[in-house]
């Protein structure tokens, strides 16, 4: 993952980087804990093979009862500390930052992308995001890390041996799994960009399923639907099969792993290094380490799945809008409206998608050329000519949705780029060719 990206993450959870923090560390006491346990199991056994079943065991078996309930009690610290302040504040946190992102784009640039594709990057972006910086970053890479950095430190005290074959093979693991990325990741990414086109039409569809039917032409796009939904469907089953095969591989190193790890320690038994209380807990500890292992694969996995996802969410947080207006509010207005020489070049420009040179798409119409009138106050004034002439870009221009690329548009004299847009809107009243009301009373949709 990128710097850049990563530098864009942190920004973005700032406000919640001190609860991350008290999160962090209440997992650290869980995973240190967690490693007393195996240690007064070997002591249990040793007890008893060495005395029998005698009072001496229960110290061990108490102090192991005691490290579980202290884990059991730091556990549920955790989880109601996740409920109060992360697992709830975090989704809605990142659904503002999106609706506040919203509001801060143009008109044109919502015209622009106005598709299911919008909300599919969007919803599905929100979810890769709170799983890249909480399920992995959070729950997964430092509590891995940690565990491994503890365990291996532990077991290097006992037998270094053990420490080293054990190191060697996170390496491994680390490279296998960089692998992976670098072989599947383009086929991911494509994946991704498959799947938004096959949401971005079934949502398009469901909004349009009325003119559909009643142009008869419900059958052909429902065909269509499906050969695009079976065509995403064979991508994802033929490089799935082949991740299947990479996880047969790599089960079999994290067995050779642990199993070399055991067979060392087999030997320090029978070299004299250390007693069978030892071995049971390096046993243990073995086992959290080559599980942590396990666990490394899984993350960089979902890195590389989630990262594509996060990455067109983190484009539409960067984008910044394409029309600027000043702040001059007003109380009243006359309702002169004057266009002066004006020119403007629809150029369809979406922010969202990018081809090969990372420049957006340009398909230039142009709408209006060295177009000049006045309308006084009062007057009524009719807009009138054929498709494409022109009519809806004026409206749309006189209530800020675009600005002239040349000429200027005046209300009461002043231009409209500058006023305060939101205040201007507020005196126009403006009935669109099409409307999709909200889920809402009749009152609600008037008052909006």
């Known amino acids: 993952m990128p710097i850049s990206t990563i530098k ?11 609860k991350i923090t008290i999160l962090s560390v209440i997992l650290l006491m869980v995973s240190t804990v967690s490693l007393a346990v195996p240690y007064f199991f070997g002591q249990i ?31 549920y610290a955790q989880i109601l500390y996740e409920e109060l302040n992360i697992d709830h504040d975090i989704p809605e946190y990142l659904r503002h930052v999106t609706v506040k992102k919203a509001d801060e784009l143009s008109v044109s640039q919502h015209m622009n992308e106005n598709s299911g594709r919008l909300q599919s ?18 729950y997964s890479v430092m509590p891995i890390a940690t565990q491994l950095l503890v365990t291996i430190g532990l077991i290097f005290f006992i037998d270094w041996r053990i420490a080293i074959w054990l190191s060697l093979g996170i ?10 990325r670098k072989k599947f990741g383009p086929g991911l990414k494509k994946l991704e960009d498959e ?95 080559t599980g942590s292992m396990r666990n490394i694969y899984w993350v960089i996995r979902r890195i ?39 020119y403007y070049t629809y150029r369809n420009k979406s922010y969202l998608t990018k081809d090969k040179n990372n420049d957006v798409k340009e398909e230039p119409t142009k709408a209006l050329d060295q177009t000049s009138f006045k309308i006084e106050q009062g007057q009524t004034v009719a807009l009138v000519g054929p498709s494409g002439a022109g009519k809806s870009t004026i409206v749309q221009m006189i209530l800020g949705a675009y600005l002239p690329e040349k000429g200027e548009v005046l209300v009461d004299g002043v231009s409209i780029a500058d006023y305060n847009i ?13 409307i999709d009301p909200f889920d809402d009373t009749i009152r609600a949709n008037i008052e909006l």
């Open 195 to 289: 799947r938004h086109d096959r949401n971005t039409f079934l949502s398009e569809m469901f909004r349009n399923f009325v003119v559909i039917k009643l142009f008869g032409s419900s059958t052909k796009m429902v065909n269509r639907f499906i050969g695009i939904s079976n065509t995403y469907l064979g991508h994802t089953k033929d490089l799935f099969s082949k991740l299947v095969s990479n996880h047969t591989i790599r089960g079999l190193i994290f067995e050779v792993i642990a199993f070399g790890a055991i067979v060392i320690s087999i030997f320090g038994i029978m070299q004299g290094r250390y007693d069978i209380a030892i071995f049971v807990a390096l046993f243990g500890w073995v086992q959290n380490a």
């Open 45 to 75: 056994v040793l007890s008893i093979t060495q005395n029998g079943v005698t009072n001496e065991v229960w110290r061990p078996v108490i102090l192991a009862a005691l490290a579980s309930l202290i884990a059991l009690a730091i556990r």
């Open 121 to 138: 990057v969007v919803m599905t972006g929100e979810s890769a995001v709170l799983n890249l910086v909480m399920n992995v970053f959070v």
């Open 304 to 342: 590389t799945e989630d990262y594509p996802r996060a990455e067109k969410y983190l484009e539409f947080l960067d984008t910044k809008t394409d029309v600027s207006f000043g702040k001059n509010k007003i109380e009243d207005i006359k309702g002169v409206i004057e266009f002066k020489g004006v």
């Open 8 to 18: 864009k993450l942190y920004n973005l959870y700032k406000p919640f980087k001190w």
């Open 171 to 180: 390496v491994g693991v680390i490279y296998m799994t960089t692998y992976y």
């Open 422 to 434: 939101d205040n201007l809107r507020q005196f126009i009243g403006y009935v669109p060719q099409q």
